[in-house]
């Protein structure tokens, strides 16, 4: 998970962001900050009819409008909007008034502000977010109170198209900011058209729970891409799945504290309040009047048992688990084990940090992490599992300093054997040979090509030789690298900019290679590839993974509505993976939504398991 704030502070002049960002070519054709409007400017000529005002950098004098909404939090200000619309669909009536301090105005207060014009962008020029049109510096002058409120727009299945974005402009580096909205025919122009204006939704799904942040995300399009657990599947780099928004509320939480809700209840009655875009998420209805979440009763699932014959073997994202956490950590992950995923054949953990977890004292070790964590399971009436592991260098592998996070085999010594083939490190490789015909591993457990620069500040691959009734099944156990430093969905560029599939391109390859190496040696070999692979089931990555027929993404097996393993922003998606050598033709896969939809979780990740004949 990204590490962010609650709120979204603007720690820099907005003058200081808008020269940045006319340096950057953000702003082209804006006029210099010494500029003026003149005295009759209206919010929707500060708008434009492009993400980019055509007041950028000037100052404005007495624009009148009503206050719709205060934030005396984070990034302190408050929006206010024309009464008096013009005719275009492509102009937003209102806009955001930056004060740094807390605002001293009310909602129905009508107002008039002078100051600067600007271009905020929420984390800085390097994100490719969108900027966010707003006055800084202001000069407030309240001309009466208790006005009636404009009419907020419904923004709806009806008012949303269905196509996401425009292509951006190749002159412009792949940018939409200066392409003309077109609000009618895109969705992200039909959002940046209602920018800093009051709206509302009706009674809408949830389909991102609430989380950490007090957010939630529901969709106004209840029939796009949807699941039978209430979520909006996202299924390709083109169905981005228009009708999601994210939700936050203007009272602060000491004051109203925010609803839980997991994916499948309902924002019941209407929400309504200014449209702002932020960091995290893009366009966000930010409540003055919140609705009531329903609850629909979602419950986690439990995958079946393995039948007679049947090797079940799962993987699981246990979310940076140390012996530091809570005990009700260990117990409610292990109760998943058993419970949910009716304790499998074969385990394979990511993110098990070392004895000390974060504390950066070069501890590499995981034992009493490991130690912690099987006593919990065999506490919770699961079998007494044995492990198998690679400690790395210290602070080499990625993730959180100090805490050394590996992958981990779990296996059940009374269904399953470990074939120990000497004592591997975390700088040696393990290779293929062929013994009697058949393959083997030189290093059981092994690490996968550690010293390739793919893995560079990477998890790297686990690989172990299993037995099941007499047959050999390799299983490589993967953490591949995250999307850290991707752009979002609502990017300024379109398509957004993904920088880290590169790295897991190369990793990708890396298995592959891997993987028919073992197939050389023995053309049926029974070999699971499985893990936290960050990328979806139609992305580059799990192409270079299935190269040349090697290994098939099981996930595939499942209905489209039903592939998925996380959700971000709305939108359920395939980030953990296990895919299969052709040997392995026939089997039962089971994505295990234990976690994802839900805003009490144990790890960000649901389990996946597969059970087969070897």
Known sequence: MTARSSSLPRSAAVAAVVATALAGGLLA??????????????????QGTTRISPLAGQQVTDVSGIVTGVRTYGSKGFWFQDPEADTNAATSEGVFVFTSSAPTVAVGDAVKVSGTVGEYIPGGTSSGNQSVTQISKPAVTVVSSGNALPEPVTISAKSVPSSYAPEGDPAAGGSINTLPLKPSAYA?????????????????????????????????????????RGGTVYGSYTSQNTGRLQIQQLAPISQRPFPKANVGDVLSGTTEGPLDFNQFGGYTLTARTLGTVIDRGLERESTRPQRRGELAVATYNVENLDPGDPQTKFDALAAAVVDNLASPDILALEEIQDNNGAKNDGTVSAEETLKKFTAAIAAAGGPSYAWRTVDPVNNRDGGEPGGNIRQVFLFNPERVSFTDRGAGDATTATGVVREKGRAALTLSPGRIDPANAAWENSRKPLAG??????????????????????????????????????KRLEQAQSVNAFVKDILKAERNADVLVLGDINDFEFSATTNALTADGALYPA?????????????????????????????????????????????????????QVIRFRP
């Open 555 to 607: 996930v595939k097996s499942l209905p489209r509505s039903e592939r998925y393993s996380y959700v971000f922003q709305g939108n359920s998606q395939v980030l953990d993976q296990i895919l299969t050598s052709p040997s392995i033709g026939k089997f039962s896969y089971d994505s295990v939504h234990i976690n994802a939809e839900f805003a009490e979780q144990n790890s960000d990740h649901d389990p």
């Open 188 to 228: 992200l122009d039909h959002y940046e058209s209602l920018e800093g204006s009051n709206v509302r939704i009706g009674s809408s799904r949830v389909v991102g729970a609430t989380d950490p942040y007090s957010e939630l995300w529901v969709t106004v399009k209840p029939d796009e891409n949807d699941n039978r």
């Open 465 to 502: 030789e299993f037995t099941f009734r007499g047959r050999t099944v390799f299983v490589i156990a993967n953490h591949f690298g995250s999307k850290g430093g991707d752009e979002g969905l609502p990017s300024h560029h379109q398509p957004p900019v993904r920088k880290s599939e590169a």
């Open 29 to 46: 054709g804006s006029s210099s900050a010494s500029a003026s409007a003149t005295a009759e400017t209206r919010i929707h000529d500060i």
